[in-house]
């Protein structure tokens, strides 16, 4: 790959994306488009947008692959409304300029449980993106569905998740490999690999899959 898109660069998985990607000397340039400005990188390119009005006539649409981590939560979000907004319209938004571009493969970090007929209001979402980004025609597209995630100390405090990872962390014997919890490290690592692979298709790495580093 000499050219790959970053959606998502500041979240958990992003940060970790763009470091690898960052480090990875058989990729020449690195684009990461934010709302706020990242550390400077020789190898980055980072422009900044609102995906409230992504400018579509940007040559930089066009790279060899996107690894595509944007998203948020429901407690972020405020309702779900803005969850949709977020995880399901900003992510069709960019694609669809990224593959009208001529990027040919496209890389997705959604959720265990992505189903579109989830009774689950955030996996139901997952599941609709999932679907409508392969209505897009991508020549690779792979979409990896990591259970809860485990990225260290975050600076908005999450009760329900601190409470879920130390659970996780006690009781890993008890859990079944595709419900425990993954590092967001294990993610990124797993995404940058299927974009290095580009297999055309669609495929589909579940939690269990993701790497022998995520547990």
């Keep these: 790959m000499r050219t790959v898109l970053i959606l998502g660069a500041s979240g958990l998985v992003g940060q970790h994306l763009l ?18 400005p990242l550390p400077a990188h020789a190898k980055l390119h980072n422009p900044i947008v609102s995906y409230d009005a992504l400018p579509a006539a940007a040559p930089w649409w066009r790279a060899d692959a996107v690894l595509c981590a944007l998203g948020t939560t429901m407690a972020q979000a405020g309702s779900q409304a803005v969850f949709r907004q977020v995880d399901h319209d900003y992510v069709m938004a960019a694609a669809a300029l990224a ?11 959604s959720s265990l449980g992505a189903d579109v007929m989830s009774r689950t209001f955030y996996t139901r979402v997952k599941g609709e ?3 409508d ?6 020549v ?11 990225g260290g100390p975050r600076p908005d405090k999450r009760r329900g998740e601190r409470i879920g990872l130390w659970l996780a962390h ?3 014997w008890l859990i079944p490999a595709r419900y425990q ?9 797993c995404m940058l690999a299927a974009a290095r692979v580009a297999a055309p298709g669609h495929h589909v790495v579940e939690s269990e899959q993701i790497g022998p580093n995520g547990r």
């Design 133 to 138: 980004l392969g209505g897009l025609g991508f």
């Design 181 to 189: 919890a993954v590092s967001t490290q294990a993610v990124a690592e």
């Design 99 to 109: 593959q009208r571009a001529g990027t040919p493969v496209f890389v997705l970090n």
């Design 140 to 150: 690779s597209m792979t979409t990896v569905r990591p259970a809860l995630l485990d």
């Design 170 to 172: 006690r009781l890993t």
């Design 19 to 36: 470091a690898g990607a960052l480090a990875d000397a058989s990729i020449g340039q690195v684009v990461a488009p934010t709302r706020r």
């Design 129 to 131: 993106v999932e679907r």
